[in-house]
């Protein structure tokens, strides 16, 4: 993997402004952001949460986007709330609890990202 290096980018409101990327990070977000789905699927640890966030950011600035939804293994919950606190302002919530307290959480939820697992939606998708 090439090391991290500034890259010559423009400041995204969501994003801190210290956050580096690898250049290849920088071609898969360039390539994201210009379409309107996209499924992305590299390897772990070749920052898959960084360039997801920088795309939600970008379409929270073009204002195409006001909430996003995080569905991950349940075990990779807690590294999302890790790489949102790290690198971005985002406000977050994990869906968790019973399914009394989800619904509750649900219908007060008035964040921009809200993280949950696979079972959460297999369980909630009407909800969701």
Known sequence: ????????????EK??????YYQH??????MMA?????????????GKSLQAL??????????TAARILVVAP??????WVEEITKFTSFTFEVYKG???QRQRQLAAFDKEILICG???VRNDYEAL
């Open 74 to 79: 349940g075990f990779l919950k807690d590294n």
């Open 98 to 100: 019973t399914p009394a």
């Open 54 to 63: 920088t795309v939600a950011a970008i379409d929270f600035q073009r204002r």
């Open 15 to 20: 994003i801190h402004d210290e956050t580096e």
């Open 1 to 12: 993997m090439s090391s991290k290096a500034p890259v010559e980018r423009k400041s995204l």
């Open 34 to 46: 210009g379409m309107p789905s996209f499924l992305l699927a590299d390897d772990m640890g070749l």
């Open 118 to 120: 696979y079972g959460s």
């Open 25 to 30: 990070q920088v071609d898969g977000v360039r």
